[in-house]
């Protein structure tokens, strides 16, 4: 699964910044709410539908969905070995884990990503106003010191 949750990282990466995301906490969060939103089991069942060269095509697929599916392809020829239908078997695993990013999922996903721009945007306003007042406290005027022992 880290080989293929490494996969879905880069093309997810990569179509963030393809759509506008801003760098930092909010690609961290998109990306780690599209892997998350593969459930435990489907690389198996991807595996299998594999096996037996079975899977189900979906038409009309977003821009995500046209990039995880090459390049879950390229990652399933490189994990395996070479075999005579090994195209078409690359194809099953892809068209297997391929309705797990749907719009529905990439727009959930995006929006948490929005959710920790805003969060990470109030804790720098915070953090700011903290750091202020520690420079405050730093620089304001204190008593003389009395000495320890009368001379």
Do not use: W
């Not at 594999?50 to 969905?65: M, P, R």
């Amino acid at each position: 699964m880290t080989q293929i949750a490494d996969v879905i990282g880069l093309i997810a990466r990569s179509h963030y910044f393809a759509i506008g995301g801003r760098p930092g906490d909010a690609c961290q969060t998109f990306i780690g709410a599209l892997v998350e939103g593969v459930p435990l089991g489907a690389v198996n069942r991807a595996f299998e539908a594999a096996t037996y060269c079975e899977a189900v095509s979906i038409s009309g697929k977003t821009d995500l969905q046209t990039k995880m599916l090459n390049e879950l392809e390229r990652a399933y020829l490189s994990a395996t070995k070479p075999h005579p239908l090994g195209k078409r078997k690359a194809e099953c695993f892809a068209e297997t884990l391929l309705p797990f990013f749907d719009a529905v999922a990439e727009q959930r996903a995006l929006a948490l990503a929005d959710a920790s721009v805003r969060q990470s945007d109030s804790s720098r306003v915070h953090s700011a106003s903290l750091e202020r007042e520690a420079e405050i406290e730093r620089n304001r005027r204190r008593p003389p010191r009395r000495p320890l022992y009368p001379v």
